[in-house]
């Protein structure tokens, strides 16, 4: 993932009363979590419903003074922050009553993010990001993916050039940092954030002002990266465990202690332009309608305890399921049984990316370890005034077709201002118990032991070259199952 301005790891201020050591809670409106539904599966149990909420990120509620509500506490207003002790005395944090105020709307499985909202006669940016609570409404909800599959259904035919509808993990704490003396409000307020960008921007990190200008580093796993003209996966990997705090050249790339590009998988850039896009004349995923995305932690000895060996990468659309492209030009084959150019693995990410720091900061074993330990749960909708996504979709950088203008963010304000992003059916459990293909991917709840996601690859030996691995529903369904159990009982 490359830089981005609006993942700037941000903290919900510490506010002191004068004789109380604790943050100060806002009165004036309270905090409404809006509830989306997810699941977690097993292939014995099939699918359990869970009711999670979503929190947007603690600088996105207002932040103000305590005695005069009009002014802001973000940025650092020297007069109100001269030191963190007095910040901490003079700043309070409001809730969100209405998340569709900030672009957020849920219904059910489903989560719907705008990046633009009609403010009188003209639009105004609000780009949320929200963090997955758990049912309790207090915490993080945690994932531990390791030897496990996520899936969810994606429609990103209202994002054109230059966005990013992004769902990824952090591994953020799980109380966002809570702590009864300095921050109590914790995850319900959507503190905590971080990410391997390490930004040194935020105002606040970790319920304190943020007047040295650290950074707030930890481990990400960019699940999906995407809008309707091309898509991108990529982990990146830190030196440190959990969340921590960088300085200076620490928090910088090539000496710093986090990977900020990561081992990314892009399609179109890996040489098939045909793979993914809008149409499925042109496409063999069209992404001008839903479809479902799987991504699969495989470790070396099938385990939740073994080394991260791959990362893979599976789509259904139409009742087919097929892995991500085989169709590259770089020539990186993943020598391991049932691996398959498509995914990431450590000989893929010393082919395209030799000189970076994901290797010497853990790479995938890192990765692994920090899927074991849980990470949160994140979506987005943004754009970048910056660079124009081009990194993401752009001919500049055979990521994609996109020119060199149509991701400017005035453009896409003019000529789609309802773009937006929606994701629903979310899953997770035992690899192959998160989707079926025995219909269209609807996704309604597999039946015990009907999921197929070890499937394929493993069944195939390794296919290579061109072919996507295409067979039919019943054969996937059948071969998939088998090979699950197979997998478990040799382990």
């Known amino acids: 993932m490359e830089i981005h301005s609006h993942l700037a790891a941000v903290l919900l201020p510490v506010v002191f009363l004068t004789t109380v050591t604790a943050q100060t809670i806002g009165t004036t409106t309270p905090e409404v979590h809006p509830v989306l539904q997810t699941q977690t599966c097993t292939l014995v149990g099939g699918c359990k419903t869970k009711l999670t909420k979503l929190v947007t990120d603690s600088l996105a509620h207002p932040i103000h003074s305590v005695t005069d509500p009009s002014k802001s506490c973000q940025p650092l207003d020297p007069a109100l922050c001269p030191d963190q002790a007095t910040c901490a005395q003079n700043c309070v944090i409001e809730g969100i009553q209405s998340y569709e105020s900030i672009g957020v709307l849920t219904s059910g499985t489903s989560l719907k993010l705008r990046e633009y909202l009609l403010d009188g006669t003209q639009y105004k940016k ?22 496990s599959e996520l899936s969810f259904d994606v429609d990103v035919s209202a994002l054109g050039c230059g966005m990013n ?19 109590p409000a914790g995850a319900q307020y959507g503190t905590g954030y971080c990410d391997t960008q390490c930004f040194k921007t935020p105002a606040f990190i970790n319920g304190l002002a943020n007047i040295n200008g650290s950074g707030s580093c930890c481990n990400e796993m960019d699940i999906w990266e995407a809008n309707s003209r091309s898509t991108a996966y990529t982990p990146h990997t830190c030196s440190g465990v959990g969340s921590f705090l960088c300085s200076g050249n620490e928090c910088d790339s090539g000496v710093g202690v986090c990977d900020k590009p990561g081992c990314s998988l892009n399609t179109f850039g890996l040489g098939a332009p045909g793979f993914y896009g809008r149409g499925r004349v042109e496409h063999r995923l069209d992404s001008t309608r839903p ?29 087919s399921v097929f892995p991500s492209t085989a169709e590259t030009t770089n020539g990186a ?10 995914s990431i693995t450590e000989e893929y990410c ?18 692994g370890q920090s899927l074991a330990r849980g990470m949160v749960l994140i979506f987005s909708i943004w754009n970048s005034d910056g660079d124009f996504m081009s990194w993401l979709d752009g001919q500049a950088s055979g990521n994609g077709p996109c020119n060199a203008t149509e991701g ?24 192959g118990s998160t989707f079926k293909v025995d219909g269209p991917s609807n996704g309604s709840t597999p039946a015990p032991g009907t999921g197929t996601g070890v499937a394929a690859a493993v069944a195939t030996n390794g296919v290579v070259g061109g072919d996507v691995l295409e067979r039919s529903v019943t054969i996937w369904a059948i071969v998939g199952l088998v090979t699950v159990w197979m997998g478990m009982f040799l382990s």
């Open 350 to 367: 010393a082919v395209r990316n030799p000189a970076s720091d994901f290797t010497r900061l853990g790479g995938l074993k890192g990765m």
């Open 126 to 147: 609000v780009q949320p990001r929200v963090y997955l609570l758990a049912e309790d409404d207090l915490n993080y909800e945690p994932l531990r993916l390791l030897n």
């Open 291 to 319: 479809f479902t995305v799987v991504t699969q932690f495989w470790t070396a000895d099938n385990t939740t305890s073994g080394d991260l060996i791959e990362i893979r990468r599976l789509y259904v659309q139409d009742g």
């Open 333 to 342: 084959v993943n020598n391991i049984p049932g691996g398959w150019d498509g």
């Open 408 to 431: 400017d963010p005035a453009t896409i304000v003019k000529t789609q201002p309802d773009t937006s992003v929606t994701f629903s059916n979310i899953r997770w459990g035992d690899i």
């Open 165 to 183: 509808g992004a769902l990824y993990l952090s591994e953020m704490d799980m109380s966002g940092s809570r702590n009864s003396n300095l921050n």
